[in-house]
């Protein structure tokens, strides 16, 4: 079982840079973890992964260059660096666990990202 917490979401400008982060409380160093979004009236997407020790890292195309995930496993966190934002970013941020199954199971409540032309 494992708890994710996201933080770090609020209200920019087009053009500005947000830092999202990601608190798991239970097992955490051994798995892939993945950031996702939801903007209104659309279906969740993914936005990147990376996996146990950081060595591999996949993002979709609409971030690709823009967003870099990262993770401190000492730490038991995740984060999501976002630069370069536009409006069609906004939405509600999630983070979750990939299991074995090649799943992700296990998800936070999201944390909302809202930017301004």
């Known amino acids: 079982q494992v708890q994710l917490v996201e933080s770090g979401g609020g209200l920019v400008q087009a053009g500005g840079s947000l830092r999202l982060s990601c608190a798991a409380s239970?097992?955490?160093?051994?798995?892939?973890m993945g950031w996702f979004r939801q903007a209104p009236g659309k279906e969740r997407e993914f936005v990147a992964r990376?996996?146990?020790?950081?060595?591999?890292?996949e993002y979709s195309d609409s971030v690709k260059g823009r967003f870099t995930v990262t993770r401190d496993n000492a730490k038991n966190m995740m984060y999501l660096q976002m630069n370069g934002l536009t409006v069609e970013d906004t939405g509600v941020y999630y983070c979750?666990?990939?299991?074995?199954?090649?799943?992700?199971?296990?998800w936070g409540r999201g944390t909302q990202v809202t930017i301004s032309p």
């Open positions: 239970g097992p955490f160093r051994h798995y892939t």
């Open positions: 979750a666990r990939r299991r074995d199954t090649y799943e992700y199971v296990d």
């Open positions: 990376i996996n146990w020790n950081g060595g591999q890292v």
